[in-house]
C-alpha cells in the first residue's frame, strides 16, 4: 500500500524524444525556464516581501545610522537589559521543557491512535478540536479555566485538592503556559506522525509478531526507525513555533508575573509596540532570527539524507 | 450559448454600475470619510450620528480596539506613519510621548476657541511645551460605591453622600473585612482600574508618597522610597488576606460588584450605567473617594481627550469632528452618555448632571457637589513626561505582580532598575532628534 521508494518515475522524453535538433531543445530549456518562472514567481515574491525585506528592514533600523551612537549601541544595550536577557533564559528553559513534552505525548498519541481502538475518530477529532480554535480564542478560554477562583480550582477543592495558583505565581506560571501551548500542539504535531506510522509497511509488525517480538520491541525497533523522517520533521517545526510563542503569553499573564513568562516574541513586541523602542526591537528580533536559524542548522544536520 | 451568458454578465456589471453611481449621485461627490480609532467601543455611536446629520460631507468610521491595545495600536500605526487615521483617543498623560514622536497636529490655532469653552485644567491637560496637541473630552473622578444590601446585613453603617462624610481606608477595609466574614458579598473590596497606575495614584499619595516619577522634566523614577513600600505592602496585603479579588482584570470589575460579589467598590462614573441597570439597581450608592488618615484627600483626574493624526491627509475634516465633540455642548453631551464621564467643556456639565439623574436619580444625587470639590481641591494629574508610557507599563506590571504576593522590596527594586534603564534609554534615543 505505501511503499517507502520515492524513485522518480523515467521521463517520457528520454526515451522517445531520441537526440533532439538544437533548436527545440533550446525552445524546451526555454518553455521550462518560462514555467519555473512562471510557478516560482509567487512564492519569490511572498519569500520577498514577507521574509527578505523585513529582516533587511530590521537591520536597517537596529543600526543607528547617522547619529552619534556607536553602530552596535542597540544590541550593547539589549545584552545589558536584564528583562532582555531574562526573556532569552525564559525562552530557552521553555524551550527545553515543551518539546520533549509535546513531541513525547505527541508520539504516544500516535501510537495509540493508530492501534484498533474503540471509537477511534472520535478520539482523534477530540485530540485534533484545538487546533480548529484560534490560538487568542483558546488562551482567553484558559484565561477564565485558570483564574484563582476559576473551573480548575473549583474542581480542585471539590476534589479536597488545594488550589493551584495557575497564572499568578512565578513557579508555576510558566508550566501553565507549557500546558496551554501543549492543548493546542500536540493534536497538531500528532497528525505528523499519524501518517509517519500508517508508512510504515505493516508486513513487518506481522514478521516480528511470528517471530515473538512484544509492543515495546515493535516500538523500538520499528516505529521509531520507521518514524525518523516525520519525527525529525516534527522536531525542526515544532522548536521554531516554540520559539515564537506569542498570543498564550498576551493573554495569559503579560509576561509576568515577575518576569516569569515574559518570552522573547512578546518582549520584543513590548518594546516595538508599547514602549515605541523599534530600533531595541529590531536588535532583539535579529537575535532572535540567529538563534532560530542556528537551531535549525543543527537540527538539519541531524535529518537523514536520501534514506 | 456562451455569447449570451457573457451578454448577461456584461447586463448585471452595467446594471451593478448604474446602482453604484446612484448612490453616490445625490450629494455631488461622495462624503469624505475619516477614521477615528479609540478605545471605547459604542461610546461614540451618538455623537459620530449626531455629527453625521449636521456634516452631510463627511463620514466617520470608528475602528475601536481594547482598551488595553490602545497604546500598541496608536504606536504601531502612527510610528509607521499611517495615513489612514484621522482622529485618536488621547490619554493626556501619554500626549508628551506622542508628541516627541511627531503624532500630533499642532491646534495651537484653536487655542482661543479652547479657552472660552474648557477649564483650564482640562487645556493642561492637553498641553505641551505651552501649546494644545488635544481637544480635552471628559475629566474623572473616582467614588466609593457600595452595595447597601451587604453593608445593611453585615451591620456596616452606609456612608455619607458628601465631602464631610469622606471615609478613610482604614474605615472602608474594616467594613470590608465585616462584609467578608459576614458572607454577605463574596469580597469585601475591589478596584474597577486594578493593577492602574490611574486609580493607585491617589492612594499611593494620599498615604504621603510622591507620583514616582521627580525631576524638571519628570524623568527620574522614585518607586522604591519608604512610602512606596508601605503602599505596597498594603497594596499586597488586600489581595493576599482575599479581602479583593485576585485574578479578575479590569473589564470584569463592574459586572463583579453589579452581580452582589463585592462590598465596597472603588470606581469612576463610567460604571454607574451598568450598575444602575443591574440586579443591584436600588440597593447600591456612591460616597467619596477615601483617604489615608493623617494624608491629604487625593482623587484621581484627567480623561481621555482626541487628537488629529499629523498623518492624517483630510486634517479639516478631522478637525471639525474634534472640535464638535469635544467644544460644541451637543456634541460634547451626545459624546459623554454612553461613557458617564464628566466633561471638561463647561457649558456642557449641567446637560451631564441631568443625564445621570435620569440613570441614577437617588445615587447620583450629590455627585455634582461632589465633583466640584474634588476636581477643584484633591484633584492630582498624573505626571507629564515623555517616559509616561514606561512608567506606567513598568508599574502597572510591579501592581500585577504585588497582587500576585510578590515581595515588595524586591518588585519595587525591580521596578525602580526597570525604570531607570528605560528613562535612560529615552534621554538616549531622544539625543538622536
Known amino acids: 500500500?505505501?511503499?517507502?521508494?520515492?524513485?522518480?518515475?523515467?521521463?517520457?522524453?528520454?526515451?522517445?524524444?531520441?537526440?533532439?535538433?538544437?533548436?527545440?531543445?533550446?525552445?524546451?530549456?526555454?518553455?521550462?525556464?518560462?514555467?519555473?518562472?512562471?510557478?516560482?514567481?509567487?512564492?519569490?515574491?511572498?519569500?520577498?516581501?514577507?521574509?527578505?525585506?523585513?529582516?533587511?528592514?530590521?537591520?536597517?533600523?537596529s543600526i543607528p545610522f547617522g547619529t552619534d551612537r556607536a553602530l552596535l549601541s542597540n544590541f550593547t544595550y539589549i545584552f545589558s537589559d536584564p528583562d532582555f536577557l531574562g526573556s532569552l533564559r525564559v525562552t530557552l528553559l521553555f524551550s527545553l521543557v515543551v518539546n520533549p513534552i509535546q513531541i513525547g505525548l505527541a508520539l504516544a498519541l500516535a501510537v495509540l491512535l493508530t492501534k484498533k481502538l474503540p471509537a477511534v475518530g472520535l478520539w482523534r477529532t477530540l485530540i485534533l478540536l484545538p487546533i480548529a480554535v484560534p490560538q487568542a480564542v483558546s488562551a482567553i478560554i484558559w484565561l477564565v479555566l485558570m483564574r484563582p477562583d476559576g473551573p480548575l480550582n473549583g474542581v480542585a477543592n471539590a476534589l479536597g485538592?488545594?488550589?493551584?495558583?495557575?497564572?499568578?505565581?512565578?513557579?508555576?506560571?510558566?508550566a501553565s503556559i507549557v500546558i496551554v501551548c501543549s492543548w493546542v500542539g500536540v493534536g497538531y504535531?500528532?497528525?505528523?506522525?499519524?501518517?509517519?506510522?500508517?508508512?510504515?509497511?505493516?508486513?513487518?509488525?506481522?514478521?516480528?509478531?511470528?517471530?515473538?517480538?512484544?509492543?515495546?520491541?515493535?516500538?523500538r525497533s520499528i516505529t521509531l526507525p520507521g518514524l525518523r523522517r516525520p519525527l525529525l520533521f516534527v522536531l525542526v517545526a515544532d522548536t521554531v513555533s516554540n520559539l515564537l510563542i506569542f498570543a498564550p503569553v498576551r493573554v495569559?499573564?503579560?509576561?509576568?508575573?515577575?518576569?516569569?513568562?515574559?518570552?522573547?516574541?512578546?518582549?520584543?513586541s513590548e518594546r516595538a509596540y508599547t514602549l515605541g523602542d523599534t530600533q531595541a526591537a529590531s536588535a532583539g528580533t535579529l537575535v532572535l532570527v540567529v538563534i532560530v536559524v542556528a537551531i535549525v542548522a543543527v537540527q538539519f544536520r541531524l535529518l537523514p539524507g536520501k534514506d | 450559448m456562451r455569447p449570451r451568458l457573457l451578454r448577461r454578465a456584461a447586463t448585471v456589471v452595467a446594471a451593478l454600475a448604474v446602482v453604484a453611481g446612484c448612490a453616490a449621485a445625490p450629494a455631488g461627490d461622495a462624503p469624505e470619510t475619516i477614521v477615528f480609532l479609540n478605545p471605547h467601543a459604542g461610546a461614540y455611536d451618538d455623537v459620530v450620528a449626531e455629527f453625521e446629520a449636521r456634516n452631510p460631507d463627511i463620514r466617520v468610521e470608528q475602528q475601536s480596539v481594547p482598551f488595553d491595545q490602545m497604546v500598541s495600536q496608536t504606536q504601531a500605526r502612527l510610528a509607521s506613519g499611517d495615513t489612514s487615521v484621522d482622529v485618536v483617543s488621547v490619554d493626556p498623560p501619554r500626549l508628551a510621548g506622542m508628541v516627541t514622536q511627531g503624532f500630533l497636529t499642532d491646534e495651537s490655532a484653536s487655542a482661543d476657541l479652547l479657552e472660552s469653552t474648557s477649564s483650564q485644567v482640562g487645556i493642561n491637560s492637553v498641553t505641551v511645551d505651552d501649546r494644545p496637541w488635544a481637544y480635552p473630552l471628559w475629566t474623572s473622578d473616582a467614588f466609593l460605591f457600595y452595595n447597601r444590601d451587604a453593608l445593611t446585613r453585615a451591620g456596616v453603617p452606609i456612608p455619607g453622600p458628601s465631602d464631610a462624610d469622606r471615609l478613610t481606608w482604614d474605615q472602608v477595609l474594616d467594613g470590608a473585612r465585616t462584609v467578608a466574614?459576614?458572607?454577605?458579598?463574596?469580597?469585601?473590596?475591589?478596584?474597577?482600574?486594578?493593577?492602574?497606575?490611574?486609580?493607585?495614584?491617589?492612594?499611593?499619595?494620599?498615604?504621603?508618597?510622591?507620583?514616582?516619577?521627580?525631576?524638571?522634566?519628570s524623568l527620574t523614577a522614585a518607586v522604591d522610597t519608604p512610602e512606596w513600600k508601605r503602599f505596597g505592602a498594603w497594596y499586597r496585603d488586600l489581595y493576599t488576606d482575599g479581602l479583593a479579588p485576585r485574578g479578575v482584570d479590569p473589564g470584569q470589575m463592574a459586572d463583579l460588584f453589579a452581580s452582589g460579589g463585592l462590598g465596597f467598590y472603588l470606581s469612576g462614573a463610567s460604571s454607574i450605567t451598568k450598575i444602575a441597570e443591574s440586579d443591584l439597581a436600588g440597593n447600591w450608592g456612591i460616597a467619596p473617594a477615601p483617604?489615608?488618615?493623617?494624608?491629604?484627600?487625593?482623587?484621581?483626574?484627567?480623561?481621555?481627550?482626541?487628537?488629529?493624526?499629523a498623518y492624517s491627509e483630510k486634517q479639516d475634516a478631522a478637525r471639525r469632528f474634534a472640535q464638535f465633540m469635544t467644544l460644541d455642548p451637543e456634541g460634547v453631551s451626545a459624546a459623554s452618555r454612553t461613557m458617564n464621564l464628566p466633561p471638561v467643556a463647561t457649558a456642557a456639565m449641567p446637560a451631564y448632571l441631568d443625564h445621570l439623574a435620569e440613570v441614577a436619580p437617588a445615587e447620583t444625587a450629590g455627585i455634582g457637589d461632589l465633583l466640584e470639590i474634588d476636581l477643584e481641591r484633591h484633584a492630582r494629574h498624573r505626571p507629564t513626561s515623555v517616559g509616561?508610557?514606561?512608567?506606567?507599563?513598568?508599574?502597572?506590571?510591579?501592581?500585577?505582580?504585588?497582587?500576585?504576593?510578590?515581595?515588595?522590596?524586591?518588585?519595587?527594586?525591580?521596578?525602580?532598575?526597570?525604570?531607570?534603564r528605560q528613562l535612560d534609554r529615552q534621554r538616549e534615543l531622544a539625543g538622536d532628534h
Open chain 1, 1 to 61: 500500500m505505501a511503499t517507502p521508494l520515492r524513485e522518480p518515475a523515467p521521463a517520457r522524453d528520454r526515451t522517445t524524444a531520441g537526440a533532439p535538433a538544437p533548436v527545440p531543445r533550446r525552445r524546451t530549456s526555454r518553455d521550462v525556464w518560462t514555467a519555473a518562472l512562471f510557478f516560482l514567481a509567487p512564492a519569490v515574491v511572498a519569500l520577498l516581501a514577507l521574509r527578505i525585506i523585513p529582516t533587511l528592514s530590521a537591520v536597517e533600523t
Open chain 1, 161 to 174: 485538592l488545594p488550589s493551584v495558583p495557575w497564572l499568578v505565581s512565578p513557579d508555576v506560571a510558566l
Open chain 1, 189 to 219: 504535531w500528532m497528525t505528523f506522525l499519524v501518517t509517519g506510522i500508517r508508512d510504515i509497511p505493516t508486513s513487518l509488525y506481522e514478521a516480528s509478531s511470528i517471530d515473538g517480538a512484544n509492543g515495546w520491541q515493535q516500538f
Open chain 1, 252 to 268: 495569559l499573564t503579560q509576561g509576568g508575573p515577575q518576569g516569569s513568562t515574559n518570552m522573547i516574541m512578546y518582549d520584543i
Open chain 2, 181 to 217: 466574614e459576614a458572607d454577605t458579598a463574596r469580597y469585601g473590596f475591589g478596584i474597577d482600574q486594578v493593577d492602574r497606575y490611574y486609580a493607585l495614584q491617589p492612594i499611593l499619595e494620599s498615604m504621603g508618597a510622591g507620583p514616582g516619577l521627580e525631576g524638571p522634566d
Open chain 2, 291 to 309: 483617604y489615608v488618615a493623617g494624608g491629604p484627600v487625593v482623587t484621581p483626574t484627567d480623561s481621555w481627550g482626541v487628537g488629529i493624526s
Open chain 2, 388 to 420: 509616561y508610557v514606561q512608567f506606567e507599563t513598568t508599574l502597572n506590571r510591579a501592581f500585577t505582580d504585588l497582587r500576585n504576593g510578590g515581595d515588595v522590596d524586591s518588585v519595587l527594586a525591580t521596578a525602580q532598575d526597570t525604570l531607570v
